[in-house]
């Protein structure tokens, strides 16, 4: 009887952590590759995580307390991690960052885009009207 229940308990247990594992690691077995920065909200609750950042060469930033080391961040951001209001306020504020900066980039590479458009069209026209005058002097002659 009793070894039924500890198989039972094993199991569960097994199975909880299983899933706990599925559910935090998901996110990590899509990635195509590695992230080109990474932002942490508290630096002394996932040190693990600025560790393997820090050893894989990614740069991080993240929000440091005054308990936490931001030795291991490059771009430290002082702040409060304990309040979710602060968290939250950092968090939104770095998402327009980020958004802000890719619209620029699309604008950028987008008006990049334009100008090349624009300057094979131009070439276009111009051979189209170098051939007409061609052909007008040829059938002048």
């Known amino acids: 009887m009793y070894d039924n229940l500890l198989k039972f308990k094993v199991t569960s247990s097994l199975s909880r ?4 594992l599925k559910n935090s690691l998901t996110g990590l077995m899509i990635l195509q590759s590695l992230p080109s920065v990474v932002f942490l909200n508290s630096v002394k609750n996932s040190q693990w995580a600025a560790d393997e950042v820090h050893a894989l060469q990614i740069p991080a930033g993240g929000i440091t307390d005054t308990d936490a080391s931001p030795k291991s961040m490059l ?3 002082p702040g409060n991690d304990d309040a979710f209001g602060s968290i939250f306020f950092l968090n ?3 998402a327009k960052v980020i958004l802000i ?3 620029n980039l699309m604008i950028k590479t987008y008006s990049e ?4 458009l624009l300057k094979q069209s131009r070439r276009l026209v111009y ?3 170098r051939r007409r005058t061609r052909s007008n002097h040829r059938n002048s002659r």
């Not at 952590?17 to 706990?20: H, K, S």
């Open 127 to 129: 051979h189209k009207q």
């Open 92 to 94: 939104k504020l770095i």
């Open 113 to 116: 885009f334009c100008k090349k």
């Open 101 to 103: 900066s890719k619209m």
């Open 75 to 77: 771009y430290p951001i």
């Open 17 to 20: 952590f299983r899933l706990n």
